[in-house]
């Protein structure tokens, strides 16, 4: 069976990480890889020596590729999404999928037309935990979910200009961290239908931002409330004094109990979860894990079944409105 050829366009670290998980299934070729600079291309070069150097997706894609992988600066994600699912390659791309809704829409929509394959790298949906505390609710075995807390902080920030100019990023701590827990949260409740109420609060250097600002926020805290009556409270921020790396947690209150995934003593990739009942608790999953890659490898394993374009891909679009509203867009 011939392996699908693949692109990586964008080869940092995080574009790396992938391309070396993807590989590691044996199931896809990588072809091409492309970046801006010359140290990241020697880096991905180790892993896939035989893969043809290209100055961009143009040439990537007059390469044949089947699919691209996107590591890019948020502002390309879209752009460069359609002009690769309408020249027939399939995309996996890193989040945001858009800047706003808008353009998300016009991704799932390329895709399609194109009926090919289109994926988010929405990382934490494929930890033990979360899998875990998502079969317990679809069961029904935590009741009626009243409220779902999230937290992500992030002590550091990002280090890239780029994050800071709302134009390239879309936004700040909400589009860099909160759109990974907005969409676990609407993931694991089985993305309800109808329109929530949204309330939130957008801080820069601890200053509330009024609407439409043109400054990143640093500090957001968001109110959710589904049609199903579950509240969903979202609170993330960068640069918060912690006293650790980071603060992660995705924690579900049911009429019938609880359950709970949370990073392990300030890590980025270790996480516990557990279940609870009244005063009690069950651990569902504990680190080591190798989590980081597998939206990468569910991705590469499903284009190398030929799966074409997937319907569920509508949720992207979802995502990407509920942050429009954390925004007030």
């Known amino acids: 069976?011939?392996?699908?050829?693949?692109?990586?366009?964008?080869?940092?670290?995080?574009?790396?990480?992938?391309?070396?998980?993807?590989?590691?299934?044996?199931?896809?070729?990588?072809?091409?890889?492309?970046?801006?600079?010359?140290?990241?291309?020697?880096?991905?070069?180790?892993?896939?020596?035989?893969?043809?150097?290209?100055?961009?997706?143009?040439?990537?894609?007059?390469?044949?590729?089947?699919?691209?992988?996107?590591?890019?600066?948020?502002?390309?994600?879209?752009?460069?999404?359609?002009?690769?699912?309408?020249?027939?390659?399939?995309?996996?791309?890193?989040?945001?999928?858009?800047r706003d809704a808008a353009e998300a829409a016009r991704v799932v929509e390329a895709a399609r037309a194109a009926d090919r394959l289109l994926s988010v790298d929405f990382s934490y949906r494929f930890t033990a935990g979360m899998q875990a505390i998502r079969a317990l609710l679809a069961e029904g075995a935590l009741g009626h979910v009243q409220a779902v807390d999230l937290v992500f902080h992030n002590a550091y920030g990002p280090d890239k200009p780029w994050f800071y100019d709302r134009a390239q990023s879309g936004g700040g701590c909400v589009m860099d961290l909160g759109v990974h827990l907005v969409d676990l949260a609407l993931w694991a409740l089985g993305f309800p239908e109808g329109d929530p109420a949204v309330t939130a609060q957008l801080f820069a250097d601890g200053r509330l931002l009024p609407p439409a600002a043109e400054a990143v926020e640093d500090f957001a805290t968001a109110s959710i409330v589904l049609p199903t009556g579950t509240v969903v409270r979202l609170t993330c921020s960068w640069r918060l004094h912690a006293g650790r790396d980071a603060e992660i947690s995705a924690a579900f209150y049911g009429t019938q109990g609880g359950a709970a995934l949370r990073n392990v003593d300030g890590s980025f990739y270790d996480f516990v979860a557990e279940r609870y009942r009244g005063t009690q608790r069950e651990t569902l999953s504990q680190p080591p894990e190798e989590w980081g890659g597998r939206a990468g490898a569910d991705w590469a394993r499903r284009l190398a079944g030929g799966a074409r374009f997937d319907p569920a891909a509508a949720q992207l679009v979802t995502v990407s409105r509920m942050l429009d509203r954390i925004y007030g867009r």
């Open 1 to 98: 069976m011939n392996r699908p050829r693949i692109g990586f366009l964008g080869v940092g670290w995080i574009g790396r990480h992938r391309m070396q998980v993807m590989l590691e299934t044996g199931l896809v070729e990588a072809v091409a890889i492309a970046d801006p600079s010359a140290d990241m291309i020697a880096e991905a070069a180790k892993l896939a020596p035989d893969a043809q150097v290209v100055n961009g997706l143009e040439a990537m894609l007059a390469a044949g590729v089947d699919g691209v992988v996107i590591a890019t600066p948020s502002a390309l994600h879209a752009e460069q999404s359609i002009a690769a699912l309408n020249a027939g390659a399939a995309v996996f791309c890193q989040k945001p999928l858009g």
